[in-house]
């Protein structure tokens, strides 16, 4: 699971260096068509990511204590522009939020796990390590559409 974790880390790091290159108002526009922004795509995998760890295998009851999850949670779409300030917390947040599920992963927190079936793959997620996986195809989908977002803004 080292592999995993180290392949989740350089992809946000990738994913971090697209935003450290964006302006602000890059970062928070909505192209026509569209209805999200550059922003909204990281910080819904940094949400994502914490609430499928904590929240599907049990350790959190809910979402309440994921930082920014009601706004960029599943079905949710920017509201707000986003501060110079939100987008350095949601970077330090990206690779923090891995280190630490990290350490709780080899710690044994995660051994429950409730079944899942994502709305983005359909796939039926039974372990941590499911979960984990498909963390690295759901950061990069995301990632993918930032890269697209980009060519528009």
């Known amino acids: 699971m080292n592999e995993v ?27 026509d068509g569209f209805n999200n922004n550059i922003i909204w795509n990281f910080g819904h995998i940094v949400v994502s990511t914490q609430t499928l760890c904590y929240v599907r295998t049990g350790v959190l009851a809910d979402t309440s204590s994921v930082k920014y999850n009601e706004f960029y949670r599943k079905d949710t779409k920017p509201t707000y522009t986003v501060t110079e300030e939100e987008v350095a917390e949601l970077k330090a947040i990206a690779l923090e939020s891995v280190e630490k599920i990290k ?24 372990s941590i390590e499911e979960i984990l996986i498909t963390t690295i195809g759901h950061d990069n989908l995301h990632f993918g559409y930032a890269l697209a977002l980009k060519k528009l803004v």
Do not use: M
């Open 103 to 126: 350490e709780d992963y080899a710690k044994g927190l995660f051994a429950n796990t409730i079944p899942y079936s994502t709305a983005t793959f359909g796939a039926q997620l039974h």
């Open 5 to 31: 974790f180290e392949f989740i880390i350089n992809s946000r790091k990738a994913f971090i260096k697209l935003i450290d290159g964006l302006s602000i108002e890059q970062l928070n526009k909505i192209p």
